[in-house]
């Protein structure tokens, strides 16, 4: 599924709806990116993740405590250096020996289809082949229009872009900020970086929201600072990953 469909959400949501599983909620990038990776060694044949579990304050004194549990493993496709695939990999293998521990696994992209499959991800195919896919759907017109009006907003003539719930959550907060009356600081710099005809589509959305978070920055600051507003601009625009 694509960046925002709500992997994230709705596997956090799903732990919440299965208390009796003891679901535990795991990041994969917080435990197999070569940063985090530092930290851990695998000791006497101990999974790098009851490590990681540990010291996050879930005591697990050996693998047989996550036996009759839900693990929920988010974001495979983050995981890219060979290290971490590897530690990966190996975790995988021991804890899918484990009675009864269920895993949940989410991903952009099917492991076979992940750059880290030609590592070692391939080694645990038993792994994927006897696992079940599921999908996120895309948001269909009538949720969108559903959800809009739920949240006081109009069916612009650009919302049919608007298909996966980060983007609805983005087009209406910022429609909302921008309805707003505001300070004459604000308004000026609304109209320097924001001109009236924008676009449509998920381009413009993201200028928009570009723009508010300029002002946002802005009126953090006492008085009007132009440099502050050129900064937010460099931050905003030159990392779109922040700001989108």
Sequence with gaps: AVSGAGK????????????????????LSRVYTAYEMRNLKKENGRPRLLTWLELQGVPLPDDSALANRLLILDGLDEITTPEGVRALCDDLMAL????????????????????????ELR???????????????????????????RSGQEQSEDSEGLNTPFLLTLYGSTQRFLSVKHTPVFQSIR?????????TGQEALFY??????????????????????????????ALPAVAF
Excluded: M
Aim: charged residues 20%; contains cysteine.
């Design 123 to 149: 080694d645990v195919a038993n792994l994927w082949r006897s696992s079940v896919p599921c999908r996120i759907q895309t948001i269909g017109s009538a949720q969108r229009l559903d959800y809009l009006r």
């Design 191 to 199: 109209d320097r970086w924001l001109p009236t005809a924008i676009g």
């Design 208 to 237: 928009r929201y570009l723009c508010v978070q300029i002002c946002r920055w802005c009126e953090s600051c006492p008085g009007d600072d132009v440099r502050s507003e050129a900064d937010a601009f460099f931050l905003l625009f």
């Design 96 to 119: 899918c020996s484990l009675p009864s521990l269920r895993i949940i696994i989410s991903s952009k992209l099917p492991p076979a289809e992940l750059a880290a499959w030609h590592l």
């Design 8 to 27: 994230t959400t709705s596997l956090r949501l799903l732990g919440r709806y299965v208390p009796q599983l003891n679901p535990i909620f795991v990041p």
